[in-house]
């Protein structure tokens, strides 16, 4: 029995170690990526011949999660995009932001609904749920930390990052 047990703690510890291994966490130009191993590393959005290049935000009004038609050609080129190349299991993380008037817990909320908004627009273009992950960063991660409404505008968005 005691060497049934030895065992077992070894291969629960040698899983633990592999699963940890897997995952990787990195944070590039303000934006968390996460990269969750056996891709190839292409990132489309630094592609500068892919349809997604340099189209990897969606800006919202204040106190809004409302996307503007005007990111309709955004969401489709990266619908477009997942769509083809599920089978190589691109996937994605919307990440949604907010400027930093509220409270914590309003902007969290308010970066969630962003960032569900953009993946249900994917969605009914057609993504598979599966592709997608929808967080919030509420107002944690600021491109401009200014106190200006230009720098509010630029950090109400929801980022959507490839792994």
């Given amino acids: 029995m005691n060497?049934?047990?030895?065992?077992?703690?070894?291969?629960?510890?040698?899983?633990?170690?592999?699963?940890c291994s897997t995952v990787k966490l990195d944070d590039t130009n303000g934006v968390a990526s996460v990269n969750a191993g056996g891709g190839s590393g292409y990132d489309p959005v630094s592609?500068?011949?892919?349809?997604?290049?340099?189209?990897?935000?969606?800006y919202f009004e204040f106190d809004s999660y409302t996307i503007s038609p005007k990111y309709a050609p955004t969401i489709a080129a990266h619908a477009a995009y997942l769509k083809a190349f599920q089978k190589q299991k691109a996937n994605i993380i919307i990440q949604g932001n907010t400027d930093d008037r509220g409270t914590a817990e309003y902007n969290l909320a308010l970066g969630q609904k962003r960032s569900e908004a953009v993946k249900n627009a994917l969605v009914a273009q057609g993504v598979s749920e599966s592709q997608i992950e929808a967080v919030s960063f509420g107002k944690e991660k600021p491109v401009n930390t200014a106190q200006t409404e230009a720098a509010y505008k630029e950090n109400r968005r929801a980022d959507i990052v490839y792994r």
């Avoid at 592609?47 to 969606?58: A, L």
Wanted: glycine share 4%.
């Fill in 3 to 19: 060497k049934l047990l030895k065992v077992l703690l070894l291969v629960a510890i040698a899983l633990f170690i592999s699963a």
């Fill in 47 to 58: 592609d500068p011949k892919s349809s997604v290049y340099g189209m990897r935000s969606i």
